[in-house]
């Protein structure tokens, strides 16, 4: 499912629908410089280098993909969805604006893979600095808890 996000504050989450925590996001100094995920319980954002409108491409699966050959960076973290409803939305998005997918109950491994892409095909800021990329969002089922893996670790400096 491909997805056009306001990824205002250079970032967007995917969330259990009843998932919601005050607190920082998860957002560590590691999170921030090598990660680029975030992860909370039933919670994972996603940093972008832009604060614009991005493309993401979500994808359910039975097992884990092959790794994208052109990504340039690649990012695994496990995300719960107790409920079995999974929202996609930007930080300033209302109510009601965010995307929604069902999938059944339970933990997932999510692979978040950077594509350098051209802009979107809807209205983007040109005013603001950074790369565009397509962030792709592999999901399939994930019986054990696992850490945070960087795949592939991109550029230092990425997002201008």
């Known amino acids: ?24 996001g998860g957002w560590s100094d590691e999170a921030v410089t090598s990660h680029r995920v975030a992860v ?5 954002a996603v ?19 092959p790794v994208l050959a052109d990504a340039e960076h690649v990012v695994e973290a496990d995300l719960t969805v107790p409920s079995g409803r999974l929202t996609v939305a930007g930080p300033a998005d209302y109510p009601g ?33 950074g790369e565009h990329y397509r962030y792709v969002v592999d999901l399939w089922p994930s019986a054990e808890p696992r850490p945070v893996t960087v795949v592939r670790q991109g550029a230092a400096v990425w997002d201008g």
């Open 47 to 65: 940093a972008t280098a832009r604060s614009d409108f991005v493309e993401t491409d979500l994808t359910l699966h039975a097992a884990g993909p």
């Open 40 to 44: 909370e319980p039933s919670s994972l």
């Open 97 to 129: 604006q965010e995307h929604v997918l069902g999938l059944a109950p339970g933990r997932y491994r999510v692979r978040v893979s950077y594509v350098e892409s051209e802009p979107p095909a809807t209205t983007w800021n040109e005013h603001e600095y």
């Open 1 to 24: 499912m491909r997805l056009v996000i306001h990824a205002d504050q250079r970032q967007f989450s995917l969330r259990d629908k009843t998932a919601w925590l005050p607190g920082d």
